[in-house]
């Protein structure tokens, strides 16, 4: 079993494989507003899990995790709230875009490396994972 959760972390998986290790529920996001070339996930570890959605000009990664506060930015620009009503925070750091908020426990992060999405982008994908 721990053979399996090295190679799982390391090696680009399908969802419901990576999932199926966590004892937390998992979804892609209904709306995603870029096409991509390659997605998978990776099992962080038992806690985590992180979804990669890229092309050649961009990458967003989602993470899901019960670890938390793991997010370690040092300070967020600002306060946001999901369509949902649930609030969160957004910030910008070296050219990437992060959004971050939690649901029962679990912490879900957006990074996004690219020049397309604005917030208000990163922000309707936050709001269409079902939690």
Do not use: C
């Amino acid at each position: 079993m721990i053979f399996i959760l090295l190679i799982a972390g390391r090696a680009p998986l399908p969802l419901t494989f990576t999932t199926s290790f966590v004892p937390f529920k998992v979804n892609e996001p209904n709306y995603l507003p870029i096409e991509t070339t390659n997605q998978y996930s990776n099992l962080v570890n038992l806690s985590q899990v992180k979804l990669v959605y890229e092309n050649d000009v961009e990458s967003l990664t989602i993470w899901t995790t019960t670890n938390l506060g793991w997010n370690h930015v040092t300070s967020w620009d600002e306060s946001i709230e999901l369509l949902d009503g649930s609030s969160g925070y957004y910030t910008e750091v070296d050219q990437t875009k992060m959004v971050s908020w939690q649901h029962e426990n679990v912490e879900y992060a957006i990074d996004y490396s690219g020049s397309r999405l604005s917030k208000e982008e990163l922000l309707k994908i936050a709001s269409s994972i079902e939690k």
